[in-house]
């Protein structure tokens, strides 16, 4: 039996069994509606109390400034169409960048046919946004500015600060109120966010990469902001998010939620641990270069020579899971977006992997990592298309 | 109108003279088979002609669908029938079966009675006259065309009587297993599941190898040429898979010989290993999806040689069309949507960008002498290790 390494907890991790076990009780006793009136409905929107205040204690902001979702996508759909939508008339410039995960990029992108005026903030050969070209966006007819916190691909974490400050400073000097969305899905239990003190209006979070379900979500609405729904229906959540409230999968928020902020420390420290690992003796290998960014969980490496999708298959059948930086094969030459803004060398767009980690990875499993590494290299590497 | 019995019609396997016999009972054995799913049904076989009986509830557009699939059937009605061999009986029953089937719409019909029953005392023609003149007395907005009529109103006279006036069309050929079984190469494109379908049209029974290159190939690969066999397997009954390792010998290829004639090496051995897991599984011939011209390993010289490696027919349905035919038997069949998915096939992943086009067996034979001292190894050990699949279309949905 080959040993088996999850190495792909940017895209999802596994349930831990606290979050389980409050799953099953909003299942198997705590079943009503939680918006009935009689006790049944009661005891379900218990749960959603709770999580409301697990989440707004991280976030040191009020419960009823989150929203639950579906999950990360409708977080970032709603923060975006929603925001717009209610302050359409105070302008018709976006800005955002060019390294945002398809849930930001693609409702932009409907925004622009809509006809709103985009601008995508430049990144460095980090990753990290262009403050001066955002100084230089800015403009009388900005209605918003959305982030991300934490690059999902090679783990850049941006300076959400000092954004918040520039937009914070603009808004003064002009008498603006241009608000600020980040994208928080990859940061959230793995830093602290204040989002009230930052200076950021709306905020995305999702809830199975930290060891909650699938299918959970909340955006985060400071109370001052005007936002308006997508869904439309019996008006739950202030009426924003219309829908029976999931209730598991709300509960099963809640409890990563405070689990994770629990044992942020030691987590993070362990993360690192395995991150510096990998990417230590992974770089030591003949041909290997390290794009990663700051965040503890994820590492993007290259490996020069081979390509991505051949090398994430060698590596499954020695039982280690990761993702590749690009969804490449002969019919789908879409290259991603990331590794291209951060303008890495040519050759190695098709030839990089992610590799991310949750607290329960080990250094041995690192380790175990490049000792594969380090046989299957030379071997692929002989066999390359012409 | 709920029907309970459907008159299976079938034209080809008439012919067969002696073996007639045998291939009705193939058929109706397919029809089995095909029906087992939606409900009991038995089939009975009454003086040359197959009917089918609905013993329970069933969902008429999901059983017409599958009997689409059964090859054999070239038409499929739906029947009433009246036990009465008696005029005024016959009479009442055909008015409410036009009632209730066609209202009274401003349709043309015409009675076509038959009769093999000749202790009934009218003739046909009478039949019609007298039928057609009591349906017009029903309906009035009817009328009669004798000559190209929207409906053609079957009364047909036996030991009972049988009514009916829809014939949908059935998928034709030779009901599956009347022609022994043969080896299909299925590559994940869009040509070889219809080359499977094509054939196996022609009462053949098949078997299916797949050639997997992991870690160049991925699972989801493999998954999708199970599902196409699965796909395919509708129509031509369970299809065992033969999924064969061919990486070690492809990158021996790949280390050793011209890289501009590793495709065409490559499917050299790629037949001779499917020819001989079809000899050890009773097929008598193999089936390509190839198409000439198609690609430069589908040139007139290409396929000659690799045709030269095998001794077995291999059938190539597919030879003398063009793509868009290719892709439209591919949607007809439900495979095209699989057939599209995105993922790299053995096929492609180390292929020259100019592949020959005119290879000359004696220079790929020298080639392949530069193999020499590993091949026979190697297709042994692909040979051992091949993984079988039971492709079954029940399977698709679970």
Redesign the interface.
């Known amino acids: 039996m080959t040993q088996e390494v999850y190495f792909d907890n940017a895209a999802t991790t596994k349930i831990i069994p606290e979050v389980r076990e409050i799953m099953l009780e909003t299942m198997d006793v705590e079943y009503g509606n939680p918006s009935s009136m009689h006790l049944k409905g009661v005891g379900a929107e218990k749960y959603i109390r709770y999580a409301k205040n697990a989440i707004s204690k991280q976030l040191k902001c009020e419960p009823k400034e989150i929203i639950f979702t579906s999950g990360g996508t409708e977080a970032n759909n709603l923060a975006l169409l929603g925001v717009v939508e209610a302050n359409k008339r105070s302008g018709n410039h976006i800005i955002t960048t060019g390294i945002e995960h398809a849930s930001v990029y693609n409702p932009i992108l409907h925004l622009e046919e809509l006809g709103f005026r985009v601008t995508f903030l430049r990144v460095d050969s980090e990753g990290k946004v262009d403050l001066e070209h955002l100084r230089e966006e800015l403009c009388d007819e900005t209605i918003l500015v959305s982030t991300m916190a934490v690059n999902n691909e090679i783990g850049t974490v941006e300076p959400i600060e000092e954004i918040a400050t520039i937009i914070q400073a603009y808004n003064k000097g002009h008498d603006k109120n241009i608000l600020y969305h980040v994208d928080a899905i990859q940061a959230f239990g793995k830093q602290i966010i204040y989002p009230k003190r930052i200076g950021i209006d709306v905020m995305s979070i999702s809830g199975h990469k930290i060891h909650g379900p699938k299918g959970s979500g909340a955006l985060f609405v400071d109370n001052k902001v005007k936002i308006k729904p997508i869904l439309f229906g019996g008006g739950q959540e202030k009426g924003i998010r219309s829908g029976t409230e999931n209730t598991a999968a709300i509960a099963g928020l809640g409890k990563a939620t405070e689990v994770m902020y629990d044992r942020l420390e030691e987590n993070v420290q362990q993360l690192q641990l395995v991150k510096q690992t990998l990417i230590e003796k992974a770089t030591a290998l003949d041909g290997v270069t390290d794009n990663s960014g700051e965040a503890p969980h994820i590492a993007s490496l290259s490996f020069r020579g081979v390509r991505s ?6 590596l ?2 020695k039982g280690i899971y990761v993702s590749a930086g690009s969804a490449c ?4 030459p879409a290259v991603s977006g990331v590794l291209k803004a951060i303008d890495l060398d040519k050759e190695l767009l098709e030839s990089t992997l992610r590799f991310s980690f949750c607290e329960y990875n080990t250094v041995e499993e690192a380790e175990y990592t490049v000792k594969v590494l380090g046989e299957l290299l030379p071997v692929l590497r ?2 390359t ?2 | 109108m709920k029907y309970n019995t459907f008159l299976i019609k079938y034209a080809e396997i008439g012919t067969k003279g002696r073996n007639r016999y045998k291939f009705e009972d193939v058929l109706c054995q397919q029809i089995k088979n095909h029906v087992a799913r939606l409900g009991e049904f038995s089939v009975r076989r009454e003086y040359g002609r197959i009917f089918l009986y609905a013993e329970s509830d069933y969902d008429y557009e999901d059983l017409i669908k599958e009997l689409q699939k059964v090859f054999g059937i070239v038409g499929i009605c739906p029947i009433v029938i009246e036990e009465t061999v008696e005029f005024e009986a016959i009479r009442d029953k055909v008015i409410s079966y036009v009632q209730e089937v066609y209202g009274d719409k401003a349709v043309t019909f015409k009675v076509n009675a038959r009769r093999t029953n000749k202790a009934f005392p009218m003739s046909s023609m009478e039949m019609n006259s007298e039928l057609g003149h009591f349906v017009l007395e029903a309906c009035p907005n009817m009328k009669v065309d004798v000559h190209k009529p929207d409906v053609m109103l079957n009364v047909e006279v036996r030991s009972q009587v049988y009514i009916y006036s829809h014939v949908i069309k059935g998928a034709g050929g030779l009901p599956v297993g009347t022609n022994g079984k043969a080896m299909l190469l299925l590559s994940g494109g869009i040509d070889s599941p219809v080359a499977g379908y094509m054939i196996s049209k022609r009462g053949v029974e098949l078997e299916a190898v797949y050639f997997n290159a ?6 989801r690969a493999k998954q999708k040429v199970v599902d196409l066999a699965r796909i395919v397997s509708g129509y031509s009954g369970k299809i065992r898979l033969h999924i064969v390792n061919f990486t070690d010998i492809q ?1 021996a290829i ?2 050793k010989c011209p ?1 501009e004639e590793l495709t065409i090496i490559m499917r050299r051995y790629m037949m001779k290993i499917a020819e001989e897991i079809a000899k050890k599984n009773d097929c008598l011939a193999l089936i390509t999806g190839e198409s000439i011209g198609q690609v430069a390993s589908q040139t007139m010289h290409s396929l000659a040689c690799t045709n030269e490696v095998c001794t077995m027919p291999v059938f190539r349905p597919c030879i003398g069309m063009d793509k868009q035919e290719i892709v439209d038997i591919s949607e007809m069949i439900d495979t095209y949507e699989t057939s599209i998915l ?3 096939d053995c096929c ?6 100019h592949p020959v086009t005119k290879p000359i067996l004696e220079i790929i034979k020298r080639s392949e002498e530069k193999l020499a001292d590993v091949i026979d190894d190697l297709m042994q050990q692909a040979l051992d290790t091949v993984e079988v699949v039971e492709a079954k279309v029940e399977d698709l949905q679970a």
């Not at chain 1, 999708?309 to 060698?314: D, F, S």
């Not at chain 1, 094969?329 to 789908?332: G, I, L, P, R």
């Not at chain 2, 492609?348 to 960008?353: L, Q, Y």
């Open positions: 999708e051949v090398l994430l298959h060698a499954e059948d094969s002969s019919n789908h002989k066999f298309r012409k | 992991p870690p160049y190939t991925s699972e990158l790949y280390e890289h995105p993922y790299e492609t992943i180390f292929v020259a960008k």
